[in-house]
């Protein structure tokens, strides 16, 4: 062989899935446990529902949640997770509060009572709380002078009106008004088993993972409701939103579109039309605007489920000169691809890398559990991913020509661009109808 052949690709294999085991515990909990014992570690998922919490209180919360408890300290939580080669994270987003750790195999029951000793006795200590919100407020104020971050709240305000997803970041002075009281309180009401999902995967046997989860985890409960999202409202087409950002040297592009969930017989469709679009490398969007025409470095499209609903989005960040050219051409690959049948060669390119990512996704215990952990959080289970594998296998041209159709037509979006109005104002005015609207809106 050459040194300028490229090899054949190695022959497609069948995804195979590792020994799992689950048990709903007496509290309500449901745990998953996975057997992976490429090395001797374990990941565990806690996955809560944190629909509708407020979101300043939620940011803080997150992290303050391993501040302290009753009997020990910040430092003396992390001094025992490292003792067993392991540690303990806290996030949320508009759907769940997300707990993720590691350690070592042997380590599990400890991070697990410490896991517990937090759900049902953190403290939030005001030391601790007052550092950590400065530190979130003064990343929020840096945050707030960024394209992405402005750019990214116009588009929720545009697209999500008056529905919980409109605000997914807080106001730095909220952050600053939130105290152990309020964390307390949304800690007392929201941090229940009720709904939510421990998922364990390492080198553990998936039922003694679930008895050693029991033992620990079986004394947490609380208090609240259950609080469920109404679905994202439907998208309302119409002119171009322009947010003034001026003496900006480039442009933000955003154009949404909504899409059907991982359940919908066309979700493989859906996906693998994604990336034939926009969402890898090798896709049109790229080969258009990046390099042919120069226009910006990183374009991209992405399917994006939520609990409320599926968003499809196309970004990109051009230089303000040419604002109205790319976004002209991103709209053109829209409308080709929505209305001309992609080629065999580009969807068997497509599928090959659905399908390979697909396994990377599930080849390290970290992934696996973050991917577990997603699944159930929509009701799935591992075994879903082989059918999805199978549909990704057997979606055929016209399946994909259906979903660019149902999907990817520019007629069904919606557009939002940042940048100098000055500058870009003139140049998208002549391709399309615009309206104004407030950058911190």
């Known amino acids: 062989m050459s040194i300028t052949e490229v090899p054949d690709l190695a022959p497609e294999t069948t995804l195979t899935l590792p020994e799992t085991a689950e048990r709903v515990l007496g509290n309500g909990l449901t745990v998953i446990a996975v057997h992976r014992p490429s090395v001797p570690l374990v990941e565990l998922r806690l996955r809560i529902p944190f629909a509708k919490a407020d979101v300043a209180t939620a940011s803080v919360l997150s992290q303050t949640l391993l501040a302290g408890t009753a009997d020990k ?9 490292q003792a067993v080669g392991g540690g303990l994270s806290a996030g949320a987003d508009p759907d769940r509060l997300l707990i993720a750790g590691n350690s070592l195999a042997e380590g599990l029951p400890y991070v697990l009572d410490l896991l517990a000793e937090v759900l049902t006795g953190a ?68 941090l229940h088993p009720r709904g939510a999902t421990l998922v364990i995967v390492g080198d553990v046997e998936p039922q003694a993972a679930l008895d050693a989860c029991e033992r620990a985890l079986a004394g947490w409960n609380g208090g609240g409701d259950e609080i469920t999202l109404p679905p994202i409202p439907k998208l309302v087409t119409g002119p171009l939103t322009l947010i003034d950002r001026p003496g900006s040297v480039q ?6 579109m909504h899409g059907v969930p991982r359940t919908h017989p066309d979700s493989a469709a859906q996906q693998l039309a994604n990336l034939v679009y926009g969402g890898y490398f090798s896709s049109r969007l790229v080969e258009n605007i990046r390099e042919d025409k120069g226009y910006t470095y990183s374009p991209r499209s992405s399917v994006e489920h939520s609990l409320a609903g599926t968003e ?45 990512t697909l396994r990377l996704g599930t080849s390290t ?19 879903w991913l082989t059918g999805h ?19 990817f037509a520019p007629a069904k979006s919606v557009a939002v661009v940042l940048g100098d109005a000055s500058a870009v104002t003139g140049p998208l005015s002549a391709i399309t109808e615009i309206t104004s609207a407030d950058a911190g809106a």
């Open 73 to 81: 300290s910040m430092v003396d939580i992390a001094a025992e997770l």
């Open 123 to 190: 403290t939030y200590p005001s030391v601790e709380v007052t550092t950590e919100r400065e530190r979130i407020a003064d990343r929020l104020k840096v945050a707030a002078q960024q394209p992405a971050h402005l750019v990214a709240r116009a588009v929720n305000k545009r697209v999500y009106g008056d529905h919980p997803y409109a605000v997914q970041t807080p106001e730095a002075e909220d952050v600053l008004a939130v105290g152990t009281p309020e964390l307390a309180a949304l800690h007392g009401g929201r």
């Open 251 to 256: 442009s933000s592009l955003r154009i949404i």
């Open 312 to 356: 499809l989005s196309i970004s990109a960040d051009v230089a303000t000169e040419v604002t109205g050219p790319a976004l002209w051409e991103t709209w053109y690959e829209m409308g080709r691809f929505a209305t001309v049948a992609p080629g065999k060669e580009e969807v068997e390119q497509a599928r090959r890398y659905a399908l390979g």
């Open 365 to 383: 215990q970290a992934g696996l559990a973050g991917l577990v952990s997603v699944l159930a959080g929509y009701g799935l289970r591992l075994e």
């Open 389 to 407: 594998a199978t549909r990704l296998a057997e979606a055929t041209v016209d399946d994909i020509a259906r979903a660019a159709a149902n999907y």
